[in-house]
């Protein structure tokens, strides 16, 4: 079970990135998938998620109209495309997949991370 996400780099305020959760070792259709961010001194927060049937998808007050998550499950791959981006967007984004049972748990699997940066 691998997660590798990509697409992360440097944007101007304003701009826009897409970033990918490419899967392997399981199918991202039998996973709960989620995109979280991390900033610089702050705790890790939960940014967008996408039900196993990809019919629910949710969102964090500071991103709901911006951010949106979305998935190709022939490239088993988890998307969030990110606009209007501000500084404080700034921070490294994780993928995570859990099941139902591991979501209860408070377990998952995590990627590397990506780094975000915007500029003003």
């Known amino acids: 079970v691998q997660i590798v996400e990509s697409g992360g780099g440097l944007v101007q305020s304003g701009g826009s990135l897409r970033l990918s959760c490419a899967a392997s070792g399981f199918t991202i259709s039998s996973r709960v998938m989620s995109w979280h961010r991390q900033a610089p001194g702050k705790e890790r927060e939960l940014v967008a998620v996408i039900s196993r049937a990809g019919d629910y998808t949710d969102y964090a007050g500071s991103v709901k109209g911006r951010f949106s998550i979305s998935r190709d499950i022939v490239k088993n791959t988890v998307y969030l495309q990110m606009n209007s981006l501000k500084p404080e967007d700034t921070a490294v984004y994780y993928c995570?997949?859990?099941?139902?049972?591991?979501?209860?748990?408070?377990?998952?699997?995590w990627g590397q991370g990506t780094q975000v940066t915007v500029s003003s």
């Open positions: 995570k997949a859990a099941t139902p049972d591991e979501l209860i748990r408070g377990y998952g699997t």
